[in-house]
């Protein structure tokens, strides 16, 4: 385990009928960080620590990745879906708003 790795908190939260796995570090208010296609938390590694100093950072698989669910019907990866797992996911860690990471290829 490196030293960044030392940290860092895997867990799991329910939402929106599914459960996502998510990596933590840091404490304050919510920093969201979320993958592109095809990544997952890992892409997030660099920026985990840095960002853990002033916030409660939290780097998510989403729906059908890793280590989270992975829901079999087609309508389960629309963009109504996964707006209600972010949605959920910021309310079941006790916020109202986050700030939001993305990276897109």
Not at 17 to 44: A, C, N, R
Not at 59 to 69: E, I, K, P, Q
């Amino acid at each position: 385990m490196s030293v960044l790795e030392a940290a860092w908190k895997h867990e799991f939260i329910a939402t929106n009928g599914i459960k996502l796995h998510y990596v933590t570090q840091g404490s304050g208010p919510l920093m969201l960080m979320l993958h592109g296609f095809p990544e997952f938390w890992y892409s997030w590694r660099h920026q985990i620590p840095e960002f853990a100093s002033d916030y409660k950072v939290v780097a998510v698989d989403l729906r059908g990745y890793n280590d989270s669910d992975k829901p079999r019907d087609r309508s389960a990866y629309v963009m109504a879906e996964f707006v209600q797992d972010v949605k959920g996911i910021i309310q079941g860690l006790g916020y109202e708003s986050c700030v939001l990471g993305m990276r897109i290829k």
